[in-house]
């Protein structure tokens, strides 16, 4: 059979709400891929694992998403099988929740197994099942592409009787963290190497700094950009990525078909209302590759970003709530960049400093600053000396972004001079991103 056949798990995802967005909930799991599939108008199977409670629900919901044939490979016991979702724009940690996780049992429709045997073409998306099993029992025939997730640790744990077609791993990924922790140099080439044996293609997701893919018959590496930007989600792009990519190398070349899955996973990021995803979708496929392609995008190596010192100028003091300026370090180490914090560094200035004592901090500092190629200014509240710094930095030619999470800026010289003066730390992020582009 020609349509392809994703397997894995469907899941309640629950995006927990903040001040600025309410709570929100929906199918998710490999119904990411099925709301992509469906957006492309292609055919297609889902083969999958949830608890009973689910399956109407599942059934009457994909109806609606062409209606497609649907195969319960096992059910799930004693879990409800939903994911709390902290952060959903993953400006930084996700802090992803599994409910009951560690109770979960599945309980396997073997006599359905023998269904995938019609498919030609299957994308597997690792879950809580006994991925093993599932691969014991495909066909050497089948043309089988995986994505690691969260759930491969290991080569071992996929290897065996074949070869992939495509192998998806992105960079948050357990598989790609414990790799990149333990290896000294990081080499994109090495890390693809380790995987040719047991595939035909790879690709590398690096989130908002794009993708970079290698075919080994071809021995090309693709570097593909992101369309980066604030978004409204990132949950389940990196299966639309997934979805879009193969469908559409049946048409297209390997770069052309990462390009198209690039541009729709940005789209699906964009709203989490099925029809305006559906009309956006559409729009790009109608476009034709090359015009997309010379749009550019982004390109943010994941190695790279370790190389961008990025001077954090706030009222770090132990006796100011420093939690915002917690949050924006956390989340650029996320992200693999190196924020740098002058007060934990080179100390907090004592009350009753000497003269001496403030001209080393002080030239501390300014030797700090010489060492980064960006300043992120946190401005809770107009502390002179991050007001000064960022006078510093831009005098100095240096990108000056400036966090203003309670909206207190109104003069004219810091709202006009920063590079960004924004709210957002979405946006905050998406600009270093871009920032550090032009910096590499």
Not at 106 to 127: Q, T, V
Not at 402 to 419: E, R
Request: some cysteine.
């Amino acid at each position: 059979m020609e349509k392809l056949c994703i397997i894995g798990d469907i899941i309640v995802d629950v995006s927990l709400g903040d001040k600025n967005s309410a709570l929100k909930m929906r199918l998710g799991g490999i119904i990411h891929c099925a709301r992509a599939l469906w957006a492309s108008g292609t055919e297609y199977s889902l083969a999958y694992f949830a608890p009973k409670y689910l399956k109407s629900h599942i059934e009457i919901f994909l109806k609606e998403l062409g209606d497609p044939e649907l195969i319960y490979l096992g059910e799930v016991e004693s879990s409800p099988y939903v994911m709390l979702i902290n952060e959903v724009k993953e400006i930084g940690d996700q802090g992803y929740e599994f409910l009951l996780r560690e109770n979960l049992k599945i309980s396997y429709n073997e006599g359905l197994f023998n269904e995938l045997d019609k498919f030609s073409e299957i994308l597997i998306i690792s879950g809580s099942y006994d991925l093993q099993k599932v691969l014991n029992l495909l066909s050497l025939d089948c043309q089988i592409s995986i994505d690691f997730a969260n759930n491969i640790d290991k080569l071992e744990e996929i290897s065996g009787k074949h070869i992939y077609e495509t192998i998806f791993i992105s960079t948050s990924s357990n598989y790609f963290k414990n790799y990149y922790k333990n290896t000294g140099l990081f080499e994109i080439l090495d890390f693809f190497n380790d995987l040719k044996p047991v595939t035909k293609k790879v690709v590398l997701k690096e989130n908002r700094g794009g993708s970079r893919a290698l075919e080994f018959s071809a021995g090309q590496l693709i570097y593909i950009p992101s369309q980066t930007q604030p978004i409204n989600h990132s949950v389940g792009v990196g299966d639309v990525y997934n979805s879009i990519f193969l469908n559409q190398s049946k048409k297209f070349s390997f770069e052309e078909s990462l390009n198209y899955a690039s541009w729709i996973a940005t789209e699906y990021a964009l709203t989490t209302f099925p029809e305006d995803f559906k009309r956006m979708t559409q729009r790009t496929l109608k476009s034709p590759i090359q015009d997309l392609m010379a749009l550019g995008g982004l390109k943010l190596p994941w190695e790279k970003r370790s190389e961008i010192n990025i001077y954090i100028a706030a009222p770090d003091f132990d006796f100011e709530d420093t939690s915002l300026i917690d949050l924006l370090d956390n989340n650029l180490k996320y992200h693999n960049f190196c924020p740098r914090r002058p007060i934990k560094e080179n100390g907090q200035m004592e009350k009753d400093a000497s003269s001496n004592r403030k001209n080393e901090l002080f030239h501390n500092d300014m030797v700090l600053l010489n060492q980064c190629k960006i300043l992120i200014a946190v401005l809770l509240y107009n502390d002179p000396g991050t007001l000064i710094e960022i006078g510093l930095a831009v005098e100095r030619g240096i990108p000056t972004l400036v966090y203003d999470p309670y909206k207190i800026a109104t003069n004219c010289m810091l709202t006009q001079i920063p590079d960004l003066l924004s709210s957002s730390l979405d946006e905050i992020i998406c600009k270093t991103f871009e920032v550090s582009q032009k910096i590499i």
